[in-house]
């Protein structure tokens, strides 16, 4: 068993404690781990599907991601709030842009820290791709970081099909190429570029069927050409 590099004492107890219990729950394959940074801050980009996807995704990196978790619960009772920071979670408010939170989490990615974002925003009940949001490009571009896509493909079953007498399901979560932002560009058009990018790349570490709204090259940059189209001409007549 090989320890996650770079983690904290609380993650790494996880992370044994995981590797234990682990067989209970799935099957997993993970492959292209070679492509995660050995070193230095990066967001990684993860479909979002019914699964527990972050926590696959947390188990099968060599590296602790930090992740933002709701508000919510870090409000519950002191020792869990430490405990939950310990693990390297932060606070965010969901359903509000959240100003704080993705300063957070870009001053983590700039300290060296691989900081976990679902791009889609919401989970996928079908397990297809979603239209992408910007956060994970915004904060990319603003720390000057690598995007690092990663998928998980088969975890809806895992916690459903747990106390049935059946083989556990295969899981295999798939780590891509790093996308480099090219640095100083910060601006709509850059954020919506990336954005695209990275969700393009996430398609093509899914399978066709999953790929959802980035199944059609053409006409995801299309519809990407408008949407831009329309937000330059709007900022125009506000200006």
């Given at each position: 068993m090989r320890l996650p590099i770079e983690a904290t004492w609380i993650w790494r107890t996880l992370y044994v404690i995981a590797t234990i219990i682990r067989?209970?729950?799935?099957?997993?394959?993970?492959?292209?781990t070679e492509n995660i940074p050995p070193s230095g801050g990066a967001v990684v980009a993860c479909n979002h599907t019914m699964g527990p996807d972050y926590v696959i995704l947390g188990y099968a990196s060599t590296r602790q991601v930090y992740y933002m978790a709701k508000s919510e619960?870090?409000?519950f009772h002191p020792w869990l709030t430490q405990l939950i920071k310990a693990s390297g979670a932060f606070p965010i408010r969901r359903g509000q842009h959240d100003s704080n939170a993705i300063e957070m989490a870009t001053e983590m990615?700039?300290?060296?820290?691989?900081v976990g974002m679902f791009p889609e925003g919401?989970?996928?009940?079908?397990?297809?791709?979603?239209?992408?949001?910007?956060?994970?490009?915004r904060i990319a571009l603003e720390a000057n970081a690598p995007i690092l896509p990663?998928?998980?493909?088969?975890?809806?079953?895992?916690?459903?099909d747990l106390l049935k007498l059946r083989r556990r399901p295969l899981v295999t979560v798939r780590f891509g190429k790093p996308i480099y932002p090219d640095p100083g560009i910060v601006d709509a058009a850059a954020i919506r570029q990336?954005?695209?990018?990275?969700?393009?790349?996430?398609?093509?570490?899914?399978?066709?069927?999953?790929?959802?709204?980035?199944?059609d090259v053409a006409e995801v940059e299309r519809k990407e050409q408008e949407y831009l189209e329309r937000e330059a001409a709007q900022n125009g007549h506000n200006v």
């Amino acid at each position: 068993m090989r320890l996650p590099i770079e983690a904290t004492w609380i993650w790494r107890t996880l992370y044994v404690i995981a590797t234990i219990i682990r067989p209970l729950f799935l099957r997993l394959r993970v492959e292209g781990t070679e492509n995660i940074p050995p070193s230095g801050g990066a967001v990684v980009a993860c479909n979002h599907t019914m699964g527990p996807d972050y926590v696959i995704l947390g188990y099968a990196s060599t590296r602790q991601v930090y992740y933002m978790a709701k508000s919510e619960i870090f409000y519950f009772h002191p020792w869990l709030t430490q405990l939950i920071k310990a693990s390297g979670a932060f606070p965010i408010r969901r359903g509000q842009h959240d100003s704080n939170a993705i300063e957070m989490a870009t001053e983590m990615v700039r300290s060296g820290k691989l900081v976990g974002m679902f791009p889609e925003g919401t989970r996928s009940r079908s397990g297809r791709l979603q239209r992408g949001r910007s956060g994970a490009a915004r904060i990319a571009l603003e720390a000057n970081a690598p995007i690092l896509p990663v998928v998980v493909i088969g975890s809806e079953p895992v916690l459903p099909d747990l106390l049935k007498l059946r083989r556990r399901p295969l899981v295999t979560v798939r780590f891509g190429k790093p996308i480099y932002p090219d640095p100083g560009i910060v601006d709509a058009a850059a954020i919506r570029q990336l954005t695209t990018e990275t969700m393009f790349a996430l398609a093509a570490l899914l399978p066709p069927a999953l790929r959802g709204y980035y199944a059609d090259v053409a006409e995801v940059e299309r519809k990407e050409q408008e949407y831009l189209e329309r937000e330059a001409a709007q900022n125009g007549h506000n200006v």
